[in-house]
Structure formats: structure tokens, C-alpha cells
């Protein structure tokens, strides 16, 4: 099984540049970053340097991906042949399509450099050049090769969203995300992310999650790849489809929906789903985009937040028409990688409560789907799909304990679910505040999950122990929320 990794070491026009070089315009990107530690979240690891590749494209700006400046403290971006470095800064930053636009503080470092307009998805079998500053060398880099697929992929920079995505086997190192590929004078996409494992397997983000992005920013603000919630499953068992009296060998079930209220109001488990704008539904759940046989959440992705899609879906045995609203989806934002928003969390008494997620996880260790609790997993990544009434807002997880003897006796060090605090159900990091500052009682007694373990200890010890125990740590604050 292979693994996909990064690759870290306005408006364009549509327009050729005739003779030009679009390496003038490929500049090297150097980031200055330091994350917090996730499962210590007062801390921050250590500042470390990557480099990445960016691109000039219209009103003065460069494109790039997310990953290569996420967390920046201070980036670096140098011009073709020129050792001159420049300071740059995050205008605006895509996290869901990996995709980032930075302005440079000193204008002139745009001076004879040509914007690189973008093009169109390319073709299946067509010939692409990445241009780039891959590790192992600091002059710019020119690989060749062939679009081998289009397809929705995983982005393993959010982890939890799959977009458009095309592969190709021109060689993509680190050090080559966000270099502009290259066919007839376009740029027909970013380089992103590889495939551990395969050999000549890259992967690059074509111009429709482009234009998608600099329409969304457009206004001031980046919003998202909005999701409609529709969970789809094919409907291919010929006596199903007649128990749902499904029109012909066309549409796919509607399998469920997230709990968004203007998706509920318009569609419903059972429907069948015949075409979503002007495409058309396989009984496979795919549509024909491009040429392409695709995952039908491209459709929707095509719309901006907030814009509605019309839809045709098949009820009862009759067509209704109709269309669904779309914004992007927030509440799983847990589930993948998170960036910019440091880590919320709550000390009291010495035990540090946070909230849980899959950054959190992750500092369990590589192997930490192994190592974590089943419920844990299960909390985070399938209650809200299968029981969403049972699901928590914001699961909360005991983090740590910092030594003191006012939790001397306390035996769940850390790494534990919390359930419930003095008898209340804990659905956020904010509970876990409200049940120790309202409980009048002498202790506070704190169950955790899945096995209902109790712990206790002493509510004035507790509290008066707070403001030493940050202090001999070195914590700030007893709370970020």
C-alpha cells in the first residue's frame, strides 16, 4: 500500500507568452516555521527551515503551496540566478487545497519578471515540464513527463479532504511543491505531493482547484471547497433498483447526510441522485468530467461556499428537481491536520486537559493508530458518521499531568477521554472549566472513557496548587481557548 507524502526540502490570464522563459518567474521559497506541541500545547518545537518553489503570477504576487510556508515565522523568497534573498509574507493560505498566494514586501523583486498565466487541464497521455527547487542542489530544476491519471486523491496536507488531483510520471522531489508544470507556455498546475513506495508517481493541482481558489479570494477572504453531505453509494443490484423503482441504469443511492440543515431539507436517504448541475450520475456514483471518469464530489466542488447546485434526484418513483446550498464543512475539522490556530487547552490542579484531535494523535508516535485506545479512535473519526446525536462537539482527552502533590495520588497519568466532571458530561474544552469553577463540593471527581475509571482530587489543594504548578513549569497562562 502506498503512502502519499509532501514535498517539502486575482485573476490569471489566459494568454501564451511567445518566446518567453518561465523560469524568470519560478522562485525558490525558503520558511522559518515553528509548531506547537500538541500534546504539551503551552510548548512550541524547535524553529526549522524547508524550502519550497513558488511562481509569479498576476497583480504582484507568487503562488505556492500551503505546506511550504504553513507556520512561518519568517520566509525567504530569491529570484532566478539572483542570491539576493527577499522577505516575503502569506496573503492568503488554502489549507483544504493546499494552495497559498504571498506578496513581497520589497515590489521591486517583481522587475522584469513575467506573471505565468494559467492553461487547461491537460490531457491524459500529454506531456507536462515541472519546474522547480528540489533538494540536493540550489540551481532550478526541469523534469519531463506524462499525465498517467485524473483522479480525486487524498491531500495530505489537510488529510481529511479529497480534491481533483492529477498524476504524472515526471519526477517530483522535495523541494518542488508549489513549482508551476508547465504544457504549451501555461502553467496546467502546482506540484504538491508524491507516493511513497511507487517509483515515477508525482502528483500535481490542476487548474480547476486553481481558479477555484483565487475566485474564492476574490472578495477578501478565503472560505473553502464547500461539501453538500451527501454520503453516495452505488446502486448496481438490478432487483434494488427496482425495489426503488430507479429510472433505467442511471443515478446512484443516497446512502445518508451529514447533519447540515439545508442539505437535510432538500435530500434524504434513499434518493436516488441523477445529476448534480450538468452532470449527469453513474449507477457507480461517477460522472464524466473532463473526459474523466470522477468521484461525483467534484460536481459539487465546483461551486463556491454558499452558491447553490441544482440537482435532479429520483423520490418515490418520480424526478424532482431541485438544489442544494453549499458551504464548507467545519465540524470535522479535528480529523485532519490543523495550521495557524494554536492548540486550546485548560490546567487545573496540574492536570492538562485538551482537546482531542488528529494532531494530538499523531503524538502518540508513527504508529499511532496502533497505539491509541479504540474508543478514542472511534470518538474522533466514526461516532459523528454513525450516531451523530452521541457525538461530542469537541471530545476532551487528559493530557498530562504535571507532577505536584496536590495530584500526587491521581493514577490516569495522561492519554485518557473524559466523560464527565463532578457529573457533567464534558462536550467541549469550556465544560471542563464550568464543572471545576461551579463544584461547591470538597472534591472533584473527574470519569474517563471507555471503562468509566473515576479519579479524585481535592478542590481547594487543586485550586490553590494551580498558579506554583504553572509557575515552576514555566506556563504562562493556565488556559488558551
Known sequence: MHRLFLLLAGTFLVWRLEGAEPEKSVVQIMNFSQQPAWDAPWRFDPVRRSSGTGFVIAKKR????????????????????????????????AHDCDLAVLSVEDESFFDGLDELPLGNLPKV??????????????QISYTRGVVSRIEMQSYVHIGNRSLLTVQTDAAINPGNSGGPVIQDDQ??????QGAGGLENTGYFIPPQVIQHFLKDIEDGTYHGFPQAGVRLVALQNPAYRKYLKAPGDRGARIDGV??????????KPDDILLQVGDYEVG????????????????AFQDAQHG???????????????????????????NTGNQYDV??????????????????????????????????????????????????????????????????????????????????????????VIEAFETNTKGQHLIEFMPDNSFECIDRTAAKDATGDILKSYGIAGDRRL
Not at 283 to 298: A, C, F, M, P
Not at 354 to 377: C, M, Q
Not at 412 to 425: E, F, Q, S
Open 125 to 138: 497521455r500529454s506531456t507536462v515540464v515541472t519546474y522547480g527547487y528540489p533538494a540536493g542542489g540550489e
Open 342 to 431: 494554536l492548540p486550546r487547552y485548560y490546567i487545573h490542579g496540574g492536570l492538562v486537559f485538551t482537546p482531542l484531535s488528529h494532531e494530538y494523535l499523531k503524538t502518540f508516535g508513527r504508529n499511532w493508530a496502533d497505539s491509541a485506545n479504540n474508543e478514542v479512535i472511534y470518538e474522533l473519526y466514526y461516532r459523528r458518521g454513525e450516531t451523530p446525536k452521541a457525538a461530542r462537539r469537541e471530545p476532551i482527552m487528559l493530557a498530562t499531568v504535571l507532577a505536584h502533590p496536590a495530584n500526587s495520588n491521581v493514577g490516569v497519568k495522561a492519554r485518557a477521554m473524559v466523560n464527565r466532571i463532578n457529573g457533567k458530561r464534558i462536550e467541549r474544552l469550556e465544560d
Open 307 to 333: 452558491e447553490k447546485v441544482p440537482l435532479r434526484i429520483w423520490r418515490d418513483g418520480a424526478e424532482v428537481r431541485t438544489e442544494v446550498p453549499v458551504f464548507v464543512y467545519q465540524e470535522d475539522r
Open 62 to 93: 507568487i503562488m505556492t503551496n500551503a505546506h511550504v510556508v504553513s507556520w512561518a515565522k519568517q520566509i525567504l523568497v530569491r529570484r532566478y540566478q539572483d542570491p539576493k534573498p527577499y522577505l516575503a509574507k502569506v496573503s492568503y493560505i
Open 258 to 267: 451529514l447533519s447540515i440543515p439545508s442539505t437535510e431539507a432538500v435530500v
Open 187 to 192: 502553467v496546467v498546475g502546482v506540484a504538491f
Open 283 to 298: 449507477s457507480d456514483g461517477t460522472i464524466l468530467y473532463s473526459g474523466n471518469r470522477l468521484g461525483v464530489s467534484v
